[in-house]
């Protein structure tokens, strides 16, 4: 998604509660009751067999994205109804918004997305999705859905941790010298997601587990004996949990730029941190013998974000901070198609404009032109805290932050933003886990695909790899340096793809796609 938004971006620069609230006045639509389908799980039937009333999407537009997307006439828009906790399905309800495309010929069944985060609106993906695929077998047999995950875009209640003074003021902030600065501003930050997300209930049940059964109370709804899914990067845990969940209800699943579901979060953030390093050594090479690159080697990088860390460079009314431009530059490392793009951001901040790489940052942290933010940085959080055991031991903090330092010892993006020996929001959460690493326990999933990117700066290659062997499931390797890579025109990839989701005929055993 986010790769999608910096091509948009280029484009751009070269040419110069717990309801889903509808602005205006309620629009009619189409009903459809087409559930239950499958088992049911005890208490859930009025939610497995639910109408939804499938109407124009743009009353739903809540940000620049969904403005964007959402004007597409071939797309529609519901709202779901599920448990806010699934034991307690008579107690509250909250919504979770869905987009579908419908197919164009004779349908095999729904084909429902959600392309990572956590925290993206996997409806602004399918709308993206969509134009796409326009015209190919996909399009024609699969109805394309995607959902807003519970907390996210426009499912209601809506995470919230931070005002838009308060993200903008965070971001310009100078990075805390002490331990104890990092962990007030972390406990202050655990505090107000509480009071503005809705409670601790609401906390409690953001968690990819309960994505997992909204998920199936989707398949059930739509119509469909089985699933079949699309999840990309983070997206790949929630296939993960659904078909642990629900193995018997599966009938495709693709899995691109995995999630290893082993993996504890430092050796997580050690893989990441150097994921990135060798995406900006593969840029660097790319770079050095382009003229128009004026920022060629890490040195002179390092020089740059050192300047702004004694002094943020002034953009208009804004600021550029060293952790802006840190998140700019590897917002852009997601893709070699940015690649350009980051060349000129850097050879206008050389020149004293930051304002390409504020940029840069801004699409990566949600913040829309008009100052307001989306629920992606809090819902990330959010999510995380639930999904994984916090850490309250300090003990045990500081080993992690020693593996940490020493597992990415000279790295760039560790050396820019070096990690502190401090309680992160998660250990003053007001909530426990209900999530954590495990194997995974999938006695009677089909066969699946896993697509894994040996270049891939964000989910590491050997991810992928664990991931299909942990699910038994077949790994396709794709030979790039970018993050995913399925339904984004790659022919091999995409053939291969298809042919599984139409026909689930997996391809051959260690197939390998050059991009």
């Not at 398949?219 to 990067?233: A, F, P, Q």
């Not at 995406?279 to 020089?303: F, G, I």
């Not at 886990?433 to 999938?442: G, I």
């Not at 894994?452 to 340096?481: C, F, I, M, Q």
Request: proline share 6%; hydrophobic share 35%.
């Amino acid at each position: 998604m986010l790769r999608r938004r910096l091509m948009l971006l280029m484009v751009v620069a070269a040419l110069s509660s717990c309801s889903a609230q509808v602005s205006g006045n309620p629009v009619s639509g189409d009903s459809e009751t087409l559930g239950p389908k499958g088992p049911v799980p005890a208490g859930l039937d009025r939610f497995y067999g639910q109408t939804l009333t499938w109407r124009a999407c743009r009353p739903l537009a809540h940000d620049d994205e969904s403005k964007r997307t959402f004007n597409d006439q071939g797309v529609k828009c519901a709202l779901l109804s599920v448990p806010l906790d699934y034991t307690k399905p008579d107690a509250k309800t909250i919504t979770i918004g869905l987009l579908r495309k419908q197919a164009t010929g004779a349908k095999v069944g729904s084909l429902v997305i959600n392309p990572g985060g956590p925290g993206v609106s996997g409806m602004t993906a399918a709308a993206s999705i969509a134009g796409k695929i326009e015209g190919t077998e996909l399009a024609e047999k699969f109805d394309l859905v995607g959902f807003d995950p519970r907390g996210i875009g426009v499912s209601e209640p809506r995470i919230r941790c931070l005002t838009d003074p308060e993200m903008d003021s965070d971001r310009v902030e100078p990075d805390n010298t002490t331990v104890a600065e990092e962990e007030t501003e972390n406990k202050d930050f655990a505090a107000k997601c509480a009071e503005r997300s809705g409670g601790a209930d609401v906390l409690a049940n953001v968690g990819t587990r309960d994505v997992a059964r909204d998920m199936d109370v989707l398949r059930s709804v739509l119509g469909d004996e089985k699933l079949n899914y699309v999840g990309y990067s983070y997206g790949t845990r929630i296939g993960t949990a659904y078909a642990e969940a629900f193995p018997g209800n599966v009938r495709a699943l693709v899995l691109d730029g995995a999630v290893d579901p082993l993996e504890d979060p430092v050796s997580q953030a050690i893989g990441q941190i150097t994921g990135f390093d060798k995406a900006l050594d593969a840029y660097l090479a790319w770079c050095a013998p382009e003229e128009s690159c004026a920022v060629k080697d890490e040195t002179r990088l390092r020089q740059l974000l050192e300047g702004l860390k004694k002094q943020p460079l002034e953009v208009g009314a804004r600021k550029l901070s060293a952790s802006d431009a840190t998140t700019g530059v590897a917002a852009a490392l997601y893709s070699d198609e940015t690649w350009s793009f980051l060349s000129g951001a850097l050879t206008a901040l050389a020149k004293g404009d930051g304002s390409q790489l504020l940029l840069l940052a801004d699409l990566y942290l949600g913040r829309d032109t008009d100052g307001s933010y989306t629920s992606t940085m809090a819902a990330l959080v959010a999510v995380r805290c639930v999904d994984e055991p916090r850490i309250t031991d300090r003990a045990k903090v500081e080993d992690a932050t020693r593996r940490i330092i020493e597992g990415t010892k000279d790295s760039f993006m560790s050396a820019t933003d070096p990690p502190l020996p401090a309680l992160d929001s998660c250990a003053f959460w007001a909530v426990p886990n209900t999530s954590e690493p495990h194997q995974p326990k999938v006695d009677g999933l089909p066969p699946t695909l896993v697509i894994s990117t040996t270049g891939d700066p964000a989910t590491p290659y050997t991810a992928g790899v664990n991931l299909a062997k942990a699910l038994g499931g077949r790994l396709l390797t794709y030979e790039a340096t970018q993050h995913t890579v399925f339904m984004q025109g790659d022919k091999c990839v995409d053939d291969a793809g298809t042919r599984y989701l139409v026909d689930l005929t997996l391809p051959a055993d260690g197939l390998r796609c050059k991009g």
